[in-house]
């Protein structure tokens, strides 16, 4: 079964999230989702949730899961608040554990903070297998960009997160803790054995020089020959030099402060101290 799929892209982040659908039933899954948040007075919003909600309501849909791809360092994962109204497991890769013992000593989190990945309900590994009703995803371990990355691909579509993005613009950066080009390369080669007809839908897009509009699907043949990092006849040795050289010279994310912390705790905030507020950690020199 190939899944029919509406996007939702948020501006502030560069950000897609995705309801996938059967093509007959009503079971959907959201890839991605964004929480809002406001970093200058610290405050989250939930309108780009809602509309998530509003379109699977509207829709009659019933929502069986709530997948991020990775742990996301540009913006803050609204699962919990869709889960709370919607229902669904959330999942996300398996070594999100080592994700957790990384960040977990640069926030200084103290062992009241659990590593181990329970904070979400489901850990997925390379070659697990999942349903959306009656549609099977298949999941691909994808690192590079962070450790615990994946791929999943259901049907004729393939939810990439940031480890593609659209062929104009290339792939993700490599220089988080946990990165590495060399493994980026063999990953990207992974999701370049699919088949070309294989719908691929990205997990960001800024618009590449000389493009208008912003866009978020391509396909596996496109990627191929098009993609300005990966595709033909480029090498792994010269895409590890240029993605070194690419990322020594990139700003960090705007929100990777708050998405951390947030995110690696599967969307929720860190517990309320004994005011009843939740508070961020800013570790000064730490990343």
């Known amino acids: 079964m190939n899944p029919d799929v509406h996007a939702f892209f948020d501006e502030a982040t560069n950000t897609l999230t995705y309801v996938a659908k059967e093509p007959k039933g009503r079971a959907c899954a959201v890839f991605d989702s964004v929480l809002d948040f406001d970093y200058s007075s610290g405050r989250t919003d939930t309108r780009s949730a809602d509309a998530v909600i509003a379109f699977i309501a509207a829709e009659g849909l019933d929502l069986q899961w709530i997948l991020e791809t990775h742990v996301h360092a540009d913006h803050l994962s609204a699962a919990p608040y869709i889960q709370e109204r919607l229902g669904g497991k959330i999942g996300i890769g398996q070594r999100i554990t080592v994700v957790q013992e990384t960040f977990g000593k640069v926030f200084n989190e103290g062992t009241r903070f659990q590593r181990d990945g329970s904070q979400f309900d489901k850990l997925f590994e390379e070659g697990d297998t999942f349903m959306i009703g009656e549609m099977r995803g298949n999941v691909l371990h994808t690192p590079g960009h962070t450790p615990a990355c994946l791929t999943y691909v259901v049907g004729n579509t393939a939810f990439v997160g940031d480890t593609l993005f659209m062929p104009d613009f290339g792939t993700a950066r490599c220089d988080f803790p946990g990165g590495s080009s060399a493994i980026l390369f063999d990953s990207v080669q992974k999701i370049l054995a699919l088949p070309d007809e294989t719908r691929i839908f990205v997990g960001h897009d800024y ?81």
């Open 207 to 287: 618009k590449a020089p000389g493009r208008d509009e912003y866009a978020w699907e391509t396909t596996i043949g496109a990627q191929k020959v098009l993609n300005i990092h990966v595709g033909t006849g480029k090498s792994k040795e010269d895409f590890i030099a240029m993605r070194n050289a690419r990322d020594a010279t990139l700003a960090m994310p705007r929100l990777i402060i708050p998405s951390l912390q947030v995110n690696m705790r599967a969307g929720q905030m860190p517990e309320p101290e004994d005011n009843g507020l939740s508070y961020l950690k800013v570790p000064v020199n730490g990343i």
